[in-house]
């Protein structure tokens, strides 16, 4: 189990290396002139040259690159562009905001389509089962953008129970209470599709396991059918709803961006989305680079808890712990 | 094996349960703030160097020009008034304008106000050896003519600045101090100690407002400036919050959580107003949006062509449906805004069969393809789409080239390349001088954005007439004159519309002005409950 852990942990420093040449590339692949965007489209030849020598834009690329992964790898993600100020401090502060909201979207989805998946697969071919199944399938299929505006009409402002936009008040806001209140509608929207399918996903593993041959052993054995699905499937089951779960809170954090505009959440998504307007070419490197990072992290911490729940994997993929 | 199972679920919901019954609605307001939803994040707080609407209309609560657009009126043709300066001069031969500046004005940071403060403003981008000179300040004041016009600054003594320009110039307040970008007065130690690079997060003027905080992409936060020489603000605080989605921004309002929005989406207007919001517009906004012609392509030569596209493109039509009437259209290059804009004034009205006559005799007859670079800005290109419509019904194919904004921005400055027939901009400025900069020979790029490469000698005799012109009825006679000679012989240009700017006001907002500009004042705004 160590052993895995630390190869899988080894496997992600060439993942990472790979997405950091891929992000300073960016700036290379980009259309137009880095130059002009600094400068104002009407900036004389002369005066883009000086800056393009400043920069270091003149040298090679492996050299640029290897600078830039240096200064990347204290921390600093340079200059914003846009807002002349270094991009950590815009894109970090931002990073932890789109975590908050996908992260409960996350265990909303989880919860949400964890238990209906489990519940629909005991009772599969009931009246129950169809109608929730119908249901998610349903929820799961709404629009992101048009569910999010849906719950603000509702909830917002017709009802007036929880705020439309942002994730304070913009006047005295602040404190975990406000922050709460303002998080419900954005989180709850996201969850949706990432629920239905973890539903989905959990209900199919669910009575696939529950027909294997070893369950129906159990059965004949007499144990009480609470028994079975807890400790006998529900474990064997697990491992493809992992890694289902830990893809959904990767795309969560970077898809998120949608209901980011619609509730005007000041996340990430939004900073990305601006810059690649604005062509802020270092702040779109350094959220995609956090954004991988994190991707890297879960698919991490998916296969480390895959290894833990099921010998198999470790035997197959990095030797069996003696 | 349900209870253990449901218990999550059931914590979730109580959570949520409590969070609603918790909320306090936004109705209580201890502090005055004013929150005013933007469509756009804005550009940086350095009104140097940049030019964009939503950087110009924080720039102007932080910082002051030496003479401004009186903002509190919200009549046309609008007004100059002293800001920095009481009061001025200009020489009986136009070339020298000499500045009395306000005493006893301080920057935010304590710093005071007064010639040398001019003066070192100016340099950061007329003198390349001063230590605060900008390049980047430089690019944009001589693509806006800045630099051009001035031949010198002078400080006469501690509070006379005169400024020499190269020739004659009447448009020169308007042009120079009043425009794009406007030439607002930086505190001289601000720049100093931060650097010109560190003047966006670091924006100190003389302004009713003092910077607080900017959250990028989320809000920018004011605060009132205690020490203003002229009226305080009414507000304790102003905080501009970006809400780029529509329909966002309508729900950000009528849910109470900001008092202002601009540009509400047109077909929404209505049944906000509906909800007992207060909608307020402009109908002489300077705004034009309009194509131009790339008079250098040898397709477009005939002038017949030109005029037959302005025939065709039904503009009533594009106001009515697509703008719900929140616009009007144009028949001229002079926006609705300036001084010299002359509401009677008629070129082209929508006449198709007109349209395809002209096509005929030009040798169109078959039909022609022409190339239309197009901008997304989005608004869903809704109205190239219906001008690519009216003109299929003259025979004449559009393609769309849809740029990204700033693509399209590095294709427009430059000029018209060969492979485009005609593209489009939204623009719109207080000075009629601005028709001169796009059809003035000498304003081809990289000198002016004449992006259409017309030139007419007779004109341009015309346009530097009009500029050495000291009467200002007399000037805007001279600017119609050349602008409808243009319009109805040459056309270089199709004007679409004039935008009336509209903006939704929560009921409790008083004292806010849609004066005939893009930006706007908010000092005199207040908060009745």
Known sequence: MVRFTIGRILLVVPVLL????????????????????????????????????????????????????????QGDFGTSWVHKRPVSEIIFPKFVNTALLAGSAALIAYVLGFSSGVFTAAKAGTLFDRIVTALMLILGSIPLYWGGLVLVFLFALTWRWLPATGMTKTIGGGGALDVLTHLVLPAVAASLPSAALISRITR??????????????????????????????????????????????????????LIEVVFAWPGLGFVVYNAIIGRDLPTVQGAVLILALAFVLINLTVDVVNAYLDPATRAAEGGVDR | MLRSL?????????????????????SARAESTFVYGMPADHSVLDPHVTCGWMAKMVNYQIYEGLVEIDLHSADWPTKLKGQLAESWEISDDGTEYTFHLRQGVRFHDGTPFNAD?????????????????????YAYMDFIRMIGDIKSVDVIDDFTVKITLNGPNYEFLRTGMEDCPQMYIISPTAIETHGNEGIPLNPIGTGPFKFVERDPTVSTTLVRNDDYWGENAKVDRLIFRILED???????????????????????????????????????APTIWYLSFNMRHPLMQDPRLRQAINYAINKEGIAEQILHGYGKPAHGMLNAG??????????????????????EEAGFGDGL??????????????TEKWIQRDLKKVGINLNLNKMEWLAYLDKWVPGMAEDVHMNEMVWGEQTPRWTAFGYRCDRVPPHGNNIGWYCNEDMDKLFQQALETADEAER???????????MLNDPANAPIYHYFNPIALHPSVTGFTNAPSNWWDFSRVELTE
């Open chain 1, 18 to 73: 790979g997405v950091s040449i891929i992000v300073f590339m960016l700036v290379q692949l980009a259309p137009g002139d880095v130059t002009s965007t600094l400068l104002g489209p009407m900036a004389s030849e002369n005066a883009k040259e000086v800056l393009r020598a400043e920069m270091g834009l003149d040298r090679p690329l492996p050299v640029q690159y290897g600078k830039w992964l240096a200064a990347v790898l």
């Open chain 1, 204 to 257: 199919a593993t669910m009575i696939e396991t529950l027909s294997q041959n070893y369950i129906r052993v159990a059965r004949a054995k007499g144990i009480r059918r609470a028994i079975i699905l807890r400790k006998h499937a529900l474990r064997n089951a697990l491992p493809p709803i992992v890694t289902v779960g830990g893809m959904e809170l990767g795309y969560l954090l970077g898809g998120i961006v």
């Open chain 2, 6 to 26: 449901l218990r999550p679920v059931i914590a979730t919901a109580a959570v949520a349960g409590f969070a609603g019954a918790v909320f306090v609605s936004d």
């Open chain 2, 117 to 137: 403060a001019v003066k070192f403003n100016f340099d950061r981008f007329l003198d390349k050896d001063a230590p605060q000179f900008s390049e980047t300040a």
């Open chain 2, 246 to 284: 529509p329909a966002t921004r309508v729900n950000a309002l009528l849910a109470g959580e900001v008092h202002a929005i601009q540009d509400p989406p047109w077909d929404e207007i209505e049944s906000i107003v509906e909800e007992g919001f207060v909608l307020t517009t402009n109908e002489n």
């Open chain 2, 338 to 359: 300036t001084y010299a804009y002359d509401p009677d004034f008629v070129s082209y009205t929508y006449d198709p069969d007109k349209a395809r006559e002209l096509l």
């Open chain 2, 369 to 382: 393809d022409l190339d239309f670079d197009v901008m997304i800005y989005g608004t869903g290109e809704l």
């Open chain 2, 476 to 486: 805007a006679e001279l600017y119609q004159e050349a602008d409808s000679w243009i």
